[in-house]
C-alpha cells in the first residue's frame, strides 16, 4: 500500500529464528513495542517496528510481505481504524490483531468492519497475545493449503481463464499472477452474472469493509481488471459500468 504516494521500502532480511515468520507490530509507545518485539523474536518470530502509519505504509508496500500485523489503534497521524481499511483496500490479506486501550464494544466493530481479524484491550498478557497471533497464523495457513489443495477452479470469457484456485490468469499466451482480492472479485462477479452490483455492495462482499465509502477502491480495481481482461480497457465488454450504480459482469455472448 501507499500512503501520501511516499513508498520507499526498507528491506531488511529476517532476524532468523525458528518460524522466521515475519511480524509488524504497528505502536508508538516505545517500550511496549519493543516488548512486544522481545517476546516474539524468543517464540522465533521475526519483527519489525513503526511508529506510525506513515512508517507503517514503508514496510507493506508488497502484499502478504509479513505472516501478521500487531496494529494499535491509537497512534500519531491516523487511527489503527483507518489504517486497517487502507491496507485490506489496496489489496493486502495479512492478517491483522488490533489493539485498544478502551474495552468499548464499539471498537471491536469498527475493527473488525475495518478488516481487522482480531482484537485485543490493553493491558494485555504477552503471552495470549502470542498465542492469539499464532492462531491467526494457524488459520491462514489452513486456508493456504486448502486454496492448494483444491481442485482446480476455472472460469473463463472471452480470451481469459482465471484460475481462482491458484490465483493465476491465462490470456491468451500470457500469464498474470492475481492477489486475493483480484480473485475474490472475479468469483463475486462471476456469481453475479448480469447482475447490477453496486460499489457498497462489492467493498461489503469483497473487500469485507462495511458502512464503507470510499468507492474509488472499487473503480481503482475494475480499471485494473479491465486492463488485464479487456481487448480495449476503454470500451469494456465483460466488467461493464452501470451509470450512476455500478458494474455488471456480462460473460460471453451466444454465438
Ligand atoms: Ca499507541
Excluded at 482465471?162 to 500469464?175: E, F, I, M, N, P
Excluded at 448480469?194 to 480495481?221: A, I, M, P, Q, S
Excluded at 481487448?231 to 465488454?237: V, Y
Aim: contains cysteine.
Amino acid at each position: 500500500m501507499t500512503f501520501d504516494g511516499n513508498s520507499e521500502r526498507g528491506e531488511r532480511s529476517p532476524a532468523g529464528g525458528g518460524a522466521g515468520v515475519r511480524i509488524l507490530v504497528v505502536e508508538d509507545e516505545q517500550h511496549l513495542a519493543s516488548g512486544l518485539k522481545l517476546n516474539f523474536e524468543l517464540e522465533g518470530y521475526a519483527v519489525e517496528l513503526a511508529r506510525d502509519a506513515r512508517e507503517a505504509a514503508r514496510h507493506l508496500v508488497r502484499p502478504e510481505a509479513y505472516g501478521a500485523i500487531v496494529l494499535d489503534i491509537m497512534l500519531p497521524d491516523i487511527d489503527g481504524f483507518e489504517l486497517c481499511r487502507r491496507i485490506r483496500e489496496s489489496g493486502d490479506y495479512t492478517p491483522v490483531l488490533m489493539l485498544t486501550a478502551r474495552s468499548d464494544p464499539s471498537d471491536r466493530v469498527r475493527g473488525l468492519e475495518a478488516g481487522a481479524d482480531d482484537y485485543m484491550v490493553k493491558p494485555f498478557d504477552l503471552q495470549e497475545l502470542i498465542a492469539r497471533v499464532r492462531s491467526m497464523l494457524r488459520r491462514r495457513k489452513w486456508e493456504k493449503d486448502e486454496a492448494r489443495e483444491a481442485p482446480s477452479d476455472i472460469v473463463s470469457f472471452g480470451r481469459a481463464k482465471v484460475d481462482l484456485a491458484s490465483h493465476r490468469a491465462y490470456v491468451g499466451s500470457t500469464q498474470l499472477d492475481l492477489t486475493k482480492l483480484e480473485v475474490d472479485l472475479i468469483r463475486y462477479f462471476f456469481a453475479n452474472s448480469g447482475r447490477t452490483l453496486d460499489r457498497e455492495e462489492l467493498l461489503e462482499k469483497v473487500w469485507k469493509l462495511r458502512g464503507y465509502k470510499n468507492t474509488r477502491t472499487v473503480d481503482n480495481f475494475i480499471a485494473r481488471l479491465r486492463r488485464y481482461f479487456e481487448d480495449d480497457p476503454t470500451q469494456p465488454s465483460y466488467f461493464v459500468s452501470v451509470r450512476g450504480v455500478g458494474y455488471r459482469f456480462v460473460p460471453d455472448r451466444e454465438g
